[in-house]
């Protein structure tokens, strides 16, 4: 069975960096993707970009392109969302999602990681 | 790539259906196969109800159906059950990325 973890709860002020994880456990291959959402406080799902765990085929929304970088270590079978500045607006729940390749829904999800940036 | 238009709410009353529209255009619900549904309870994991425009996955009640005609999809929850309350986003794969709707808060009253 399929199983994502995702790294805990954030807080951290305007300027700083970061980078969140989701751990996938469950598969016997390596040909799946790991996207990225977030929802904002009070609205809807976004989905900010996607990566392949086999070649690291990076995939980003046009929103998001330039502002996030998305990763993965194969080593050790986990995928990070990563900020160099942080904004206030990037308060957000970040969940991660996972899917085969060939697949085009996204059936197993992380519990999600609250990232709140305050003064 | 905008967000697919959803209907901000929907409600019925416990044993009735209710129909949530997702509307997009011919670039991306019209010329995809690869629309799904999520349920999403807020402050949890958003969970799979329906993919490929129609087909449930294993565990989904039959009470949850996917169509489309069009640019729209549409999902349909039949006999509402208090545990339906929750909201709704359609998403579509376009051009090699992913898009949700806008949401749809479903009430069961």
């Known amino acids: 069975e399929v199983h994502l973890v995702q790294s805990g709860a954030e807080v951290k002020k305007p300027g700083e960096s970061l980078k969140i994880s989701c751990k996938a456990s469950g598969y016997s291959f390596t040909n799946y993707w790991i996207g990225w959402v977030r929802q904002m406080p009070g609205k809807g799902l976004e989905w900010m970009g996607i990566?392949?765990?086999?070649?690291?085929?990076?995939k980003y929304n046009p929103s998001f392109q330039g502002l996030v970088t998305i990763s993965v270590d194969k080593s050790i079978n986990t995928a990070y969302l990563q900020w160099i500045t942080l904004k206030a607006s990037d308060t957000a729940m970040y969940y991660c999602?996972?899917?085969?390749?060939?697949?085009?829904?996204?059936?197993?999800w992380g519990q999600g990681t609250l990232v709140t940036v305050s003064s | 790539q905008s967000a697919l238009t959803q209907p901000p709410s929907a409600s019925g009353s416990p044993g009735q259906s209710v129909t949530i529209s997702c509307t997009g255009t011919s670039s991306d619900v019209g010329g995809s196969n690869y629309v799904s549904w999520y349920q999403h309870h807020p402050g949890k994991a958003p969970k799979l109800m329906i993919f490929d425009v129609s087909k449930r996955p294993s565990g989904v009640p039959d009470r949850f159906s996917g169509s489309k005609s069009g640019n729209t999809a549409s999902l349909t929850v039949s006999g509402l059950q208090a545990e339906d309350e929750a909201d709704y986003y359609c998403?579509?794969?376009?051009?090699?990325?992913?898009?949700f709707g806008t949401g749809t808060k479903v009430t069961v009253l």
């Open positions: 990566i392949y765990h086999h070649d690291s085929d990076t």
């Open positions: 999602a996972t899917t085969q390749d060939g697949s085009y829904s996204w059936p197993e």
């Open positions: 998403s579509s794969y376009v051009g090699r990325i992913y898009v």
